[in-house]
């Protein structure tokens, strides 16, 4: 009978918000984080269906979203990822942010979520990680203003890059070739 061991423990977070897009750590999460991948579709209107029942579907690309209570992290590497937009400001929108086209004009960065126990053998069957290849942060997140222990429930959101000549892309993969050092 198979068997999935489970252990609710941190995940280890990591964006490409350091120099050049270089990556650096962000912190640990605590409980569950959370990964859903979405197929974005449109449905297919034809004469013989009639108006409101689709006769095929279309599909047009793929999001991806973690969602996680980040609970150990970087201040300064949180600011940067909090600014939204590469290069920002926390807090702040500077002139000509506004309509920035967050892939065209290269506003996005990576996101990797790793599992700690996936080197055990108990644990070897699970998913490495998650690597969001063009992410951003949610337009809200949220966090406790309180000198108790600080936590921030952030929402990344993935987006699918394709190619005008191949007509191809990724939204994620699980590669976590690259991901820095923890301390």
Request: glycine share 10%; net charge neutral.
């Amino acid at each position: 009978m198979p068997t999935q061991f489970f252990v609710p423990g941190p995940a280890l977070v990591a964006t490409g918000t350091g120099a050049s897009g270089s990556m650096e750590f962000l912190g640990f999460t605590r409980g569950r984080t959370r990964f859903r991948s979405t197929m974005l579709k449109k449905p297919v209107i034809a004469d013989y269906a009639g108006l409101e029942m689709p006769a095929d579907m279309l599909r047009t690309g793929i999001m991806a979203h973690i969602t996680m209570q980040l609970v150990r992290f970087d201040p300064a590497v949180l600011n940067r990822v909090q600014a939204q937009i590469a290069g920002a400001v926390t807090g702040q929108i500077q002139a000509g942010e506004i309509g920035t086209l967050l892939l065209a004009e290269n506003s996005t960065f990576r996101v990797m979520v790793r599992s700690p126990y996936v080197s055990k053998p108990i644990f070897s069957s699970q998913r490495a990680g998650v690597r969001l290849l063009w992410a951003f942060l949610d337009e809200s997140f949220e966090a406790e203003l309180t000198t108790e222990e600080q936590v921030w429930n952030l929402t990344f959101t993935g987006l699918t890059n394709i190619s005008p000549l191949t007509l191809a892309g990724t939204c994620w993969d699980s590669d976590m070739s690259g991901f820095p050092p923890t301390g």
